[in-house]
């Protein structure tokens, strides 16, 4: 069971960058997943949510809203956070967590992580 994020990098301010975080060994499908930024020194704060659900309405943090996407590709087990318009104080760690409560048992799956700076 493995949650790998990828897509980050180093962008100049007003930049985007599409974060991925793609799921193996378990299916995606019924899990709802959120993003979260951990800015260096800082605690790790959430992002953005989306659920398993179609017609779902995804939900973000005020600092992100009308920047930030949050979408998902079952078939694909994935899950994405488009980021545009990107500031300087977006740099950090982004993880995404799947969890849910599957067959009467809970589960709850981060991944590593991937680096995301912005330079002004």
């Known amino acids: 069971v493995q949650l790998v994020e990828s897509g980050g990098g180093h962008v100049q301010t007003g930049g985007s960058l599409r974060l991925s975080c793609e799921a193996s060994g378990f299916t995606f499908t019924n899990y709802n997943v959120r993003w979260y930024h951990q800015a260096p020194g800082k605690e790790r704060e959430f992002v953005a949510f989306i659920s398993p659900y179609t017609g779902g309405v995804p939900r973000y943090a005020d600092s992100v809203k009308g920047r930030f996407g949050i979408s998902r590709d079952n078939a694909k087990n994935t899950v994405y956070l488009q980021m545009d318009s990107l500031k300087p104080e977006d740099t950090g760690k982004y993880f995404c967590?799947?969890?849910?409560?599957?067959?009467?048992?809970?589960?709850?799956?981060w991944g590593q992580g991937t680096q995301v700076t912005v330079s002004s």
């Open positions: 967590n799947a969890y849910g409560t599957i067959d009467g048992s809970w589960n709850d799956y």
